[in-house]
């Protein structure tokens, strides 16, 4: 009896000492266990993802999660205009998309991580013979070159990615000599407007994305990309990887833009959600990790020339030159940028020619078809698209497709008239869902009218909308098709429904294009197909 009492005293004492070990251990070593991580929200521009390794570095150091959700420029704007109540911080790759933005005043700590500025990359072998490599090279020179036929060149749309805008509101800069400041009434030059329109004239591939234009760029056989310094590193280490001609970086002497890929915190009256934003800050710009960003293609300060010590990334072969003195622009107020963006689109821009083929089978019947037919509207309705800067120009030529088994009809508005476009909305309305699905006799039938004009006039681009398998026609009678035309027309495609995502990622392969995806949202797949063009 008293060895069975002793036994439970000592099982209960060894009982004890482990959960004064376990307590001891979780009040010291363990404590971070308890700890709730903070969490930081960030709207960020696609071009920084590949500072994801330095993120991730910071999240380990500091017991924090952070969650980029990236999204275009234009996109990260609306955020800011709505109040971007589901954000901690704001990450885009230009100032400007702040000052735009954010008039709610809730940005605050906003402070440069890098910047990068806009540039031509051309063609070493290109370059040459235009008589660019070695010497100084204007704007006007460009133009020039332009207005003979011996230079094009594949940009961001203005409207829908921070280097097209960057870029021109560099070209504004130059061709008006370098103003103190571009004010509203300087717009209004017609021989600026000219000119732009003459340079604008050289852009025979559209995106709305600087990382997919170099990926396009590095699978297709183009001269010349306008894009950001360290997109076009990047570009020239993967061409050099793969024993291809390197791009020539040409910073124009009379002016250029500037990223400066600033990092605001969105100010929701979070003091810890603060204290860990100015902790990233701190970190991204320190002695640290500065090495790293310029390990990048990133310079990392407001500098304009540094000491270059690493030759393998600013490769002075390529052009690149950290000693120059770049001519830099002061960037205008938010009212001169939305003014000039407007006109870009409007105005300015080459005009495009865009064929949709919309998918009117009997499985879009419903739902489907109410996103359809909302999706063109946002897209044909100008005040709607005046809200996402996808306005249409008046040498525009819009035709649009409907098609199920066969080609239903074929509809055509030429120019921005809101009746005509109105007129081609109710006719989208009016059709109902039938039949089976053929996606590949529509896209033949795109072609035939895309040559009818004069496509050297135009950005072109046939985007495919379906929400199923094909049970008609092949794939190879599109190719056949495609390459008898001589044309670079590439065929954006926007997945729904039951689409079957690899017919439509051939045909986005060999036509030199994407896939967007509009499962979740059809409206947003729209309106990034159409910024591609």
């Known amino acids: 009896m008293e060895k069975s009492k002793k036994a439970r005293i000592s099982a209960i004492a060894t009982i004890l000492v482990i959960a004064i070990i376990v307590l001891v251990f979780f009040l010291t070593s363990g404590k971070k266990l308890l700890k709730t991580k903070d969490t930081l929200e960030i709207l960020s521009g696609s071009e920084n993802r590949i500072l994801e390794p330095l993120l991730e570095k910071f999240e380990k150091e500091n017991n924090v999660d952070i969650n980029m959700t990236y999204e275009g420029s234009v996109d990260i704007m609306q955020e800011l205009q709505n109040g971007a109540t589901g954000y901690d911080a704001v990450f885009p790759a230009n100032s400007i998309w702040i000052s735009m933005g954010d008039t709610g005043l809730k940005v605050k700590h906003q402070q440069s991580i890098t910047t990068t500025p806009v540039v031509f990359g051309i063609k070493k072998s290109v370059a ?87 990926d396009l760029f590095l699978q297709s056989d183009y001269d010349a990309m306008v894009n950001y310094e360290s997109v076009i590193i990047d570009t020239n280490k993967e061409l050099v990887s793969q024993g291809k001609e390197p791009l020539y970086v040409i910073y124009p002497k009379d002016g250029l833009g500037i990223a400066d890929s600033p990092l605001g915190y969105i100010d929701n009256g979070d003091a810890k959600k603060e204290e860990a934003f100015l902790k990233l800050q701190e970190y991204l710009t320190s002695d640290e990790i500065k090495p790293e960003l310029l390990n990048l293609g990133r310079r990392t300060s407001y500098a304009i020339n540094f000491e270059n010590n690493n030759q393998d990334v600013f490769n002075p072969d390529w052009g690149i030159d950290t000693q120059k003195v770049l001519n830099v622009m002061k960037m205008p107020s938010a009212d001169v940028i939305q003014k000039a963006l407007n006109m870009y689109q409007t105005e300015l821009r080459k005009p495009s020619l865009t064929v949709y083929c919309l998918d009117y089978s009997g499985s879009m019947s419903g739902d489907g078809v109410e996103s359809l037919r909302s999706a063109m509207s946002m897209l044909l309705d100008q005040q709607k698209a005046s809200n996402y800067m996808l306005q249409a120009s008046p040498k525009d030529v819009t035709i649009v497709i409907p098609f199920d088994n066969t080609i239903l009809d074929v509809w055509k508005a030429e120019g921005n008239n809101p009746k005509t476009l109105e007129n081609l909305q109710n006719e989208i309305e009016n059709m109902e869902p039938q039949g089976g699905t053929n996606i590949y006799a529509p896209l033949i039938t795109a072609m035939d009218e895309i040559s009818r004009y004069n496509v050297e006039d135009y950005t072109t681009s046939i985007i495919l909308m379906s929400d199923g398998r094909s049970n008609g026609g092949s794939i190879e009678n599109v190719i056949d098709k495609w390459n008898s035309t001589g044309l670079d027309i590439p065929i954006f495609s926007i997945t729904f429904g039951n689409s079957d995502d690899y017919e439509l990622q051939d045909l986005a392969e060999f036509s030199n294009a994407r896939v967007f995806e509009g499962k979740e949202n059809l409206e947003k797949a729209f309106k990034e197909a159409k910024g591609y063009n």
Do not use: H
């Open 128 to 214: 040459e013979n235009l008589g660019f490599v070695g010497t100084d090279v204007t704007t006007k020179d460009i133009l020039q070159k332009i207005q003979t036929k011996e230079l094009s060149f594949m940009m961001t749309s203005a409207t829908q990615s921070n280097s097209g805008a960057t870029a021109y509101l560099g070209f504004i800069y130059a061709l008006l000599n370098n103003p103190e400041v571009i004010t509203s009434e300087s717009l209004d030059n017609e021989n600026l407007k000219n000119d732009l329109t003459t340079i604008l004239s050289g852009v025979n591939r559209s995106s709305g994305s600087s990382d997919w234009l170099k």
